[in-house]
């Protein structure tokens, strides 16, 4: 009697844990997603997708660049004119200046989003547009030399808008803010004529032994009419520019010995300007 009651005993335990093990599987496969709910899923997560690239696309065409951009740098500036602007083209016309020489390009780019190109056949060049709400940046290949004159170039920034350059003979690399701040004291109004004129620069030596750092500059392509020489140390600023509105040397210092006459150093430089008369400051 007693084996029989353990051998029925051991039919439902084995009963029970057997239900068990399918109620536990059937649990497991319901919870795992069909075929129509992946499909689902990924219909949801491609619509998020396109929307997200719907909303950039969006903020992309709101930028308005129809208009004029220019790209400030003194005695290089340059001049971006955009028209029938779209969401896949436009229209434009490129011109900058290195000193007395030009160049320019007029086209139609190629827009996608926030990017622009535009490609010559003939010469090879390719420029790059990056396109912002108030600023365009432009890269180019060296096969664009071909469209402008020497010393010429179409890359930058462009700014939105006209003509706005600020700055000084700190900023453009001539000179250290205490030269700066001494040379500003005895030129006076004539600092712009010297920030005009020395556009390209290059140093020179000291041939009258008075410690001074020189730095001499043109403006390219009229280098003749266009020019300044600076020789300044801690103490003293002796220097000349052209001025070719009135076609005369100005020449400034606070040196007493120099007060009436030049430099060994300017006399040398002044071989190479077409102006003869000197005026001292």
Same mark, same amino acid.
């Given at each position: 009697m007693k084996w029989i009651m353990v051998v029925l005993i051991g039919v439902i335990i084995i009963g029970i844990i057997g239900f #068990?093990?399918?109620f536990s599987f059937q649990t497991e496969e319901h919870e795992q997603p069909g075929e129509g709910e992946t499909i689902g899923i990924e219909e949801q997560e491609k619509k998020e997708i396109e929307g997200e690239e719907q909303e950039n696309a969006g903020e992309t065409s709101n930028i308005q660049l129809d208009g004029e951009w220019t790209r400030n740098l003194l005695n290089y500036t340059g001049s971006l004119i955009i028209t029938n602007a779209t969401e896949k083209d436009f229209s434009f016309k490129l011109g900058?200046? %290195? *000193?007395?020489?030009? *160049? #320019?390009?007029?086209?139609? %780019?190629?827009r996608s989003l926030e990017t622009a190109t535009w490609a010559d056949a003939e010469s090879g060049c390719e420029l790059s547009f990056e396109l912002t709400e108030n600023k365009i940046t432009i890269e180019q290949n060296n096969a664009c030399e071909y469209w402008g004159g020497a010393g010429t170039f179409f890359y930058g920034e462009y700014d939105k808008g006209g003509v706005s350059i600020e700055t000084d003979l700190v900023k453009q690399g001539v000179l250290n803010e205490s030269e700066d701040a001494l040379f500003r004291g005895i030129v006076?109004?004539? !600092?712009?004529l010297?920030?005009?004129n020395i556009s390209s !620069?290059?140093?020179?030596?000291?041939?009258?032994?008075?410690?001074?750092r020189v730095v001499a500059g043109f403006i390219r392509g009229i280098a003749p009419s266009n020019g300044g020489i600076i020789m300044v140390n801690e103490k003293h600023v002796y220097a000349a520019v052209t001025d070719s509105e009135? #076609?005369?040397i100005r020449y400034h210092t606070n040196d007493p010995t120099y007060q009436d006459k030049l430099p060994y150093t300017i006399t040398e430089w002044r071989e190479g300007i077409m102006f003869e008369e000197v005026v001292f400051e």
């Open positions: #068990s093990s399918i900058v200046v %290195a *000193g007395g020489n030009v *160049g #320019s390009i007029e086209g139609k %780019a190629d006076g109004d004539d !600092y712009d010297y920030l005009e !620069y290059f140093d020179l030596e000291d041939r009258d032994k008075l410690g001074t009135n #076609s005369v």
